[in-house]
């Protein structure tokens, strides 16, 4: 079945500590994002991709950095410069032409210890 | 800066009553609306989409869009337990097609 894996389900980071969070996909949806969700928030975009290579910031990217080298990963990685990671974290894809929304991952829960 | 505007909620209905979620939006220019339900803990998930005036029917699930008011609602009739959870209103930010921009969710309880 087609769908989109997240990786781990949850992640505990230790402050200074780096930690990359895993999303795959074989929809074959060239659209990638990643959003941070905090309790009782809406979704915040950190990154998007449309296209192999290439990536935009969104709203709140500092202390995140991604990549996209192939087109069905889209790995986040979150830096010591985030200085409040601890939220749950939602990588979605989608064909951009498409109408339908967005597909979302299962999510991962980063804890800050 | 473009915002999506939801009630936060809790919005308590008995079972088998008609749930009504509103959402406004500032971007007269919007294009695509979308609705989707997340359980707690979980991610969410695409229960109905809608991109002209009027209303979209999908099982107990009814989309109603108002351009001129800017203004999207979701009805679930004969609401059932299973229904409670937040249910978030997504819109289409027309100067990037498929870059969306989210409300904050309105909670849903549906009471036995």
């Known amino acids: 079945d087609g769908g989109i894996t997240q990786s781990p389900k949850y992640l505990f980071r230790k402050e200074g500590q780096n930690v990359t969070l895993s999303c795959e996909q074989n929809?074959?949806?060239?659209?990638m994002y990643w959003y941070r969700q905090d309790p009782g928030q809406g979704l915040r975009l950190i990154y998007y991709?449309?296209?192999?290579?290439?990536?935009q910031k969104g709203d709140i990217a500092e202390g995140y950095s991604v990549s996209r080298e192939k087109k069905e990963s889209f790995p986040l990685t979150v830096t010591s410069a985030q200085k409040n990671p601890t939220a749950f974290y939602l990588c979605?894809?989608?064909?951009?032409?498409?109408?339908?929304?967005?597909?979302f991952g299962s999510g991962t829960r980063l804890t800050v210890v | 800066q473009k915002e999506v505007e939801q009630n936060s909620g809790p919005l308590s209905v008995p079972e088998g009553a008609i749930a009504s979620l509103n959402c406004t939006y500032s971007?007269?220019?919007?294009?695509?609306f979308f609705w989707y339900r997340q359980y707690s803990g979980k991610s969410p998930e695409l229960i109905m989409s809608i991109y002209s005036n009027g209303d979209k029917e999908d099982g107990r699930f009814t989309a109603q869009l108002n351009k001129a008011s800017q203004y999207v609602s979701l009805l679930i009739r004969d609401s059932q337990p299973s229904d409670s959870a937040t249910y978030l209103c997504a819109v289409n930010e027309i100067t990037s097609y498929d870059k969306v921009i989210f409300g904050p969710g309105t909670s849903l309880s549906v009471i036995p």
């Open positions: 971007d007269r220019v919007s294009q695509s």
């Open positions: 929809l074959n949806h060239d659209a």
């Open positions: 979605a894809s989608t064909f951009p032409s498409d109408r339908n929304g967005y597909t």
């Open positions: 991709s449309q296209i192999v290579n290439d990536f």
